[in-house]
Structure formats: C-alpha cells, structure tokens
C-alpha cells in the first residue's frame, strides 16, 4: 500500500485548511466582480442556440407577452417573454431545471440549457439596440 | 502491472458503490432546494478520497474512471459523460496533490475537491456551449463547494477511520 498522508490521520481542520477556503473565496469574489455585468435601463433577451442568435427582445419596451417555441432541437421548449422579464414557460427535458429557475428580469441573468446548448441572457444598456422581435 | 484479484475485487466493489452514492445522491437532488445548476454533494467523491488514502493514485484513478464510464451509460449521455469526467479528473488532480501536501486534514482536501470539481464542470459548459456564459455560475458554485466539501470531508474522517485498508476486505 501507498500513497498514505498525514492529512488522512487528522481529525480536526488545520490553519492549512483555512488556507484552502480563503484561496477559494478570494477566487469567488475576484470572479463575481470580474463578471459583474454592465448596467443600463435598457434590458435586452438574447436567445442562441449553438452559438447563433435565434432570437432578441427589448424586455423593456415590450407591451405585449410573446411566446418563442424553439422546436429544432433535441429537448423542444418554450420561451416566454414579458414586459421586463423572460423565463422558460415549458420544456420536454427530464430535468426542467430552466423551468425552475424561472423568470430573469435584470441585466446579466441568464439561463442555460446545457443539452440543447441554448443560452438565454439578458444584458443591460443605456440605449435600445433593437426595435422588436427577429427570428 | 501484476494481476492480483484482491486489488481487482477492490476496485470493483468500490466502483460499485461510488456508481450507487452518485444515482443515490440523484434521487435527492440538492437543486430542489437551491436552484443552482451543476449543485450536488459530490458523495462519489468520498470514494475517490478512500481508495487515494488507503489504496493508491492508479487504483483512484480507475475507479474514477470507470465510475464516470457506467455512470454515463446508466444515465446519462455523452455529455453527461464529458462533465462527469472534465469534474471528477479535477477534482482527483487537486486531491492527489493536497494529499501529499503536509499540513492538511480531509476538509482542505474535500473542499479543494468539490471546488475543482465545479470549475471542471463549469469548463466542460463553456466548451459544449462554446461560450463563457457558464462562467457566471463559478463564483456561487465555488462557494457552494464550501458547504459541500465540509460535509463530504466530515463523512471522510469519519470512513478513514473506521475503515482501514487491512480491514478492507473483512469489513466487505
């Protein structure tokens, strides 16, 4: 038998240990403030699928509600948007854990769809980059 | 390599029971109550953990390996396959090397495990979306890691202790 260590006999966290977390959330914190998205009062939806947009909503001048099926892919969804916010309204994965994360309505949300590669993000700006629906 | 039918029996039962924790662990799944995705407590790890303690790097290695293997053929895909693996060779890297740091008990090395294990988890999302959206869910992740690696690394102590490698083989 090998590879035995020390840290395999101790019973209680060590000042190392501490050592360990700190490195962690220094890490964490770095790269939330790095990520930190750009405000605006301008919210704009940006769906892709596989890298190529599919569609784009100016969640802050939207009136009306629109629904987005998305059917080319391998788990179908629906994507509704709202005045302000956007969410995944129904979707035919086993897990539906973008149903469940629900509505995002502020900049730098976003939701991903890891088996159908498909991201949902919202991003802020100080101006409209478009007038309406594409796609 | 010297075929040896105790080690191969290890290795098994050992697979075996990391491939039980992880389905185990699906049953509960931990997003329920944070919807956080990628959050999982990671108690296959506590297998990777032992056998790096009590049996060696290779047979670690192994069985990580194969677990990751079965796993995706059990439940998953192939993508399924891509996370499980890009997380678990992390977060094995991570271990092997704090374990032969001194000056470490089992909760800096569990912790430092569930955290590599999310950024490999993380990376694998940014290279099937092609995207570094994934990343946003790193720093929430990492903490999580905390929480989690401190529950994995008690339950460790706890399995070091009570199961020695000489005992391995009586205890199953």
Not at chain 2, 1 to 15: E, G, H, K, P
Not at chain 2, 107 to 136: D, P
Request: overall charge neutral; hydrophobic content about 50%.
């Amino acid at each position: 038998m090998n590879a035995r260590s020390s840290a395999a006999d101790r019973t209680r966290p060590t000042l190392l240990d501490g050592a360990v977390v700190l490195f962690i959330v220094v890490a964490a914190v770095a790269l939330f403030i790095a990520l930190k998205p750009a405000g605006g009062s301008v919210l704009t939806a940006t769906v892709t699928v596989d890298g190529q947009v599919i569609a784009q909503y100016d969640l802050t001048h939207l009136t009306e509600p629109e629904t987005l099926e998305v059917s080319d892919v391998p788990y179908p969804l629906v994507i509704r948007a709202e005045p302000g916010r956007i969410r995944v309204e129904k979707s035919s994965c086993p897990d539906n854990d973008c149903v469940h994360i629900g509505w995002i309505s502020s900049a730098g949300g976003q939701i991903i769809c890891l088996p159908n590669r498909l991201i949902i993000s919202v991003t802020g700006s100080s101006e409209s980059t478009v007038d309406g629906v594409t796609g | 390599m010297q075929f040896d039918i105790q080690r191969l029996t290890r290795c098994a039962v050992l697979t075996a029971l990391a491939l039980a924790l992880s389905v185990a662990e699906g049953l509960v799944p931990l997003t329920i109550l944070f919807p956080l995705p990628g959050l999982r407590l990671g108690l296959a790890n506590l297998v990777t953990v032992y056998a790096l303690c009590r049996l060696s790097g290779r047979d670690a290695l192994l069985i990580l390996s194969a677990r990751c293997l079965l796993g995706a053929l059990v439940g998953g895909n192939l993508t399924a396959l891509a996370f499980s693996l890009a997380g678990g060779l992390l977060a094995f890297l991570a271990m092997w090397a704090l374990l032969h740091a001194p000056g470490l008990s089992l909760f800096g090395v569990c912790i430092a495990g569930a955290a590599a294990h999310n950024t490999g988890q993380i990376l694998a999302a940014m290279a099937v979306l092609g995207s570094s959206a994934a990343l946003a869910y790193l720093p929430p992740l990492l903490l999580s890691s905390l929480a989690t690696g401190t529950a994995t690394g008690a339950a460790s102590i706890l399995l070091i202790r009570r199961l020695p490698a000489s005992g391995l083989m009586r205890h199953l």
